[in-house]
């Protein structure tokens, strides 16, 4: 997996947002990974490496447990 689809919207969102936006990459499905680690399409540390290099925050959740979700809108607010 790439990220070259997410680098162009980081691009765009900074071309037309204000400059001090914060951005947050988010890994969804949190809990399937917990079940089945082998259903893990990007490492935590991958993700983790592109976000530094971006300057962008980076989060983990479940929609579906509802784990992280409020901490990552609190994060950003």
């Known amino acids: 997996m790439t990220f070259k689809n997410i680098e162009k919207w980081i691009n765009e969102v900074k071309e037309h947002a204000e400059p ?9 499905k949190l809990d399937i990974v917990i079940r089945d680690p082998s259903q893990r399409a ?23 447990t509802d784990t992280n979700v409020r901490d990552s809108f609190e994060t950003l607010v």
């Not at 001090?20 to 969804?28: A, E, K, S, T, Y």
């Open 20 to 28: 001090d936006i914060v951005l947050m990459l988010v890994g969804n």
């Open 42 to 64: 990007v490492s935590t540390g991958r993700a983790e490496e592109f976000a530094r290099k971006h300057n962008i925050l980076f989060i983990e959740i479940s929609a579906f």
